[in-house]
């Protein structure tokens, strides 16, 4: 289980030094910002929707090792997909930091890095950001969230 954790954290690190998909978007066709005042993490986030597909997504911001790994890890894992699907992912990820579900970490594949932030209640809203933020693009919610 050790060298298991390592490797989560190898993973985080990795993505944190050169976060994929960090970049702007001139033709997002939708956006949002959040904020995490508890850490001080802040994203902004840029979707590229053709009808229910994630054509493309980037974000930019400033945060800590496990807001920006997380949404590196995040734009990867969706970009091509179904906002459907990233739904439901958004659903087994908050599962997998918040109870004890060992399903959601099978399914999430490279996104169960993530699974450690369990055990650190403060890091959850970290590991979060970048899928709230989502969550209010895909919704267009008010261009702003936050996670207080
Ligand atoms: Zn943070």
Redesign the pocket.
């Known amino acids: 289980m050790d060298g298991l954790r390592e490797l989560y954290q190898e993973v985080i690190i990795d993505h944190n030094r050169n976060p994929r998909n960090f970049h702007d978007m001139p033709n997002a066709t939708c956006s949002a910002n959040g904020f995490?005042p508890?850490?001080?993490?802040s994203i902004r986030l840029y979707l590229h929707l053709n009808n229910d597909v994630i054509e493309d997504v980037a974000f930019l911001g400033q945060?800590?090792?496990?807001?920006t790994a997380s949404a590196s890890l995040m734009t990867d894992h969706l970009k091509g997909k179904t906002v459907e699907y990233a739904e439901q992912i958004f659903t087994l990820f908050h599962n997998m930091i918040t109870k004890d579900d060992a399903d959601a970490i099978l399914k999430l594949g490279k996104l169960g890095v993530f699974a450690g932030v369990k055990e650190f209640p403060a890091?959850v809203?970290?590991a979060t950001?970048a899928w709230h933020t989502l969550d209010a693009a895909l919704h267009n919610e008010s261009e702003s969230i936050t996670t207080e």
């Open positions: 995490n508890l850490c001080g993490d945060g800590c090792a496990i807001s890091r809203k970290c950001l």
